[in-house]
């Protein structure tokens, strides 16, 4: 699984429900919950596996010491005393300096200190902060492993705390995957686009994150069946689903989002079914148990459609879609009263 290393961004796409002349929407109007694990890359562990050899100094001079203490404090989130032992560690010539400067970036990327990111990279690539936040001095940059990491570090932390910057979070992302062998800036890249709709660009991306490192595999490829779906390829979000369920047959998340691939294609049968078994699988699992009841509400199965959000009430007591979803299989039953209950109850928990 990818670690995710500032927050879960679990994309959750909601379900609108219309009403036409007493019929419930057609599958087409269906947003069922899918789940995708995307989130921007801030750690560095396929670094460290790309690069044993020149990252590991056969020295044991001090600065080495440092260098490793500093991996050590970094990985247990102890950013103050890793930037510390990196900045020891970069006066050895024994030690890479450039590798110390990334590091360095990488802790203050994880302090969101976007000020002192701009600053490590000016100093590692003896540039002004002015030019390294002009675009087209990322357009014209040479490519060197100063560069690309820089390209990084500004790219990434630009797209999580000042994302309107849509020219320079490009062109520094973009500049970032000039190294093929870079996982963390092809996922952060696939990220970027994912976020502005760009879907067939995320899956160019994605796999090429997933042939770089397969033990990735079954968090890259959910998202992927999602992305395919996304930008119009619905055979090919299948085989995703596929490929997932023949490689983690227990994990339910791939059944879900399976699920409402049927659910979107008119397959209600496959798509009840498929559901059933990410529930089965794991029944907390709260979007299948809502997809399951959505794509009963879309069939007038109201009785079913009201067990399973129930179930999914029962189980969180917060959950606000659960209520709305149920508030419509009320009035669906003609239960008024019920309906404005549930609605209520969910308006108070969005608020």
């Not at 590692?124 to 060197?144: C, D, G, H, Y």
């Not at 520094?172 to 696939?190: T, V």
């Not at 042939?211 to 996304?230: A, F, H, N, W």
Request: net charge neutral; charged share 25%; aromatic share 14%.
């Amino acid at each position: 699984m990818i670690t995710l290393s500032k927050k879960l961004l679990l994309f959750l796409l909601f379900f609108l429900v219309t009403f036409v002349g007493g019929k419930v929407a057609s599958a087409q109007d269906l947003e069922l919950r899918e789940i995708c694990y995307l989130d921007y890359r801030t750690d560095f562990a396929s670094l460290l596996e790309k690069n044993k050899d020149s990252l590991f100094p056969s020295s044991s001079t001090l600065g080495a010491v440092h260098f490793y203490r500093g991996l050590s404090y970094l990985e247990n989130s102890m950013f103050p005393e890793a930037i510390s032992d990196f900045r020891i560690a970069r006066t050895d010539s024994s030690v890479s300096r450039t590798f110390c400067n990334f590091y360095i970036g990488v802790a203050f990327l994880r302090l969101n200190q976007s000020d002192s990111i701009l600053k490590i990279c000016s100093e590692a690539l003896n540039v002004p902060i002015t030019q390294l936040r002009n675009p087209s001095f990322w357009q014209n940059a040479p490519v060197t492993q100063d560069h690309i990491f820089s390209g990084y570090l500004i790219g990434t932390d630009e797209a999580l705390n000042h994302p309107t910057d849509t020219n320079l979070i490009e062109n520094c992302l973009a500049f970032g995957i000039k190294d093929q062998e870079f996982l963390e800036a092809y996922i952060n890249f696939g990220v970027w686009n994912f976020q502005n709709n760009r879907f067939n660009k995320t899956v160019e991306l994605y796999k090429h994150a997933l042939e770089l490192e397969p033990k990735y595999d079954s968090t890259i490829i959910l998202c992927m069946g999602v992305v395919y779906r996304m930008a119009g390829d619905p055979d090919q979000s299948l085989k995703a689903y596929i490929l997932l369920k023949s490689k983690y047959p227990r994990f339910a998340e791939g059944y879900n989002n399976r699920g409402c691939l049927y659910a979107y294609t008119d397959k209600d049968n496959k798509a009840i079914s498929t559901l059933t078994t990410a529930i089965r699988k794991d029944h907390s699992l709260l979007d299948a148990l809502c997809n399951r009841g959505l794509v009963y509400l879309k069939l007038k199965n109201y009785d079913r459609a009201f067990d399973d959000f129930t179930d999914a009430i029962q189980i969180d007591h917060k959950f606000a879609d659960a209520y709305y979803y149920r508030g419509f299989t009320r009035k669906a039953m003609g239960d008024l009263s019920g309906s404005i209950v549930d609605y209520s109850r969910a308006i108070e928990l969005k608020k």
